[in-house]
């Protein structure tokens, strides 16, 4: 611990978000590491520089990235992969979901496990479940090493496309989750904040080339300032806003599905797409 100082988190080469913190730890191995107590926000996990997650608000962005996609299959989930997801977050809220039977899971950094577990346990799912297999290996290759049309469910939940995480949002990589998906699953990614970040929305549009159905998804996470986005693919067609699966979380319920899938103009001026009108579901 080192006392309480002035922290700020650059989002643009202008502006940024400051925060009045304790350095708890601090690490530079595959991604530099921080984390930081604060009086508003609890301890929050910072890597490269920007912020993770927050004790505070971590379960918006969990529970959306888990059940907004578990929402649109025709039965719960039974086997789930997770590509990321090393704070063990989604991995809590998946073992809330009756019926899964098995959920493996790929992260490439195992610091930020071991942190995770040291720091944040009581915000972690329970490694300990025998139906859970956790792998430190690339996502991208674990990927290719896992068998065609194994999962019903595939949660990417990664940083942004810098250093490891680049080719999580490459062509190939969303041509293997396509072959891994089964017929009627469902895969999402976070695609950060298309008004700091545009770029990386972008990036991840390459999947709308890839799978037959997909969609754009928005959620409001206090601690980062903006809305951050969603992509979903599947090889049917689903219908976003009629959820089949009814799961409830304390932020997540099957009524926000239209909203989540209501696309600002800006967005849609972003992504080269026209406004729906009412009667219309997806237009990719």
């Not at 792998?135 to 068998?147: I, M, T, W, Y």
């Amino acid at each position: 611990m080192t006392g309480y100082f002035f922290w700020r988190e650059k989002i643009h080469q202008d502006f940024g978000h400051a925060y009045k913190v304790e350095l708890v730890f601090e690490e530079h191995n595959l991604q530099k590491v921080q984390i930081f107590k604060n009086q508003t926000w609890g301890y929050f996990f910072v890597l490269d520089g920007i912020v993770q997650f927050t004790e505070r608000d971590e379960y918006i962005y969990h529970e959306v990235i888990t059940y907004l996609p578990a929402s649109l299959l025709k039965k719960a989930p039974e086997t789930v992969l997770i590509i990321g997801g090393g704070d063990g977050g989604v991995l809590r809220e998946l073992q809330k979901i009756s019926g899964v039977k098995k959920i493996l899971q790929f992260e490439i950094d195992r610091t930020v496990f071991d942190l995770c577990r040291k720091y944040f346990f009581k915000l972690m799912g329970d490694y300990s479940d025998p139906r859970v297999e956790l792998n430190f290996v690339d996502g991208l290759q674990g990927l290719k090493e896992s068998d065609t049309e194994a999962f019903d469910l595939i949660i990417v939940d990664c940083t942004d496309p810098v250093g490891p995480a680049k080719s999580l949002y490459s062509l190939e990589f969303y041509q293997e989750i396509h072959r891994a998906l089964k017929p009627d699953g469902v895969f999402i990614q976070q695609a950060s904040l298309p008004a700091y970040f545009p770029h990386v929305l972008k990036l991840a549009l390459q999947a709308s080339s890839v799978f037959p159905w997909f969609d754009i998804a928005r959620v409001y996470v206090p601690c980062y300032g903006e809305e951050l986005a969603f992509i979903l693919g599947a090889k049917e067609k689903k219908d976003p806003t009629n959820p089949l699966q009814p799961y409830y979380g304390k932020y997540y319920h099957p009524g926000l599905n239209k909203a989540l899938f209501t696309l600002p103009q800006t967005w849609l001026n972003l992504v080269e797409r026209r406004r729906p009108e009412p009667s219309e579901g997806s237009v990719f």
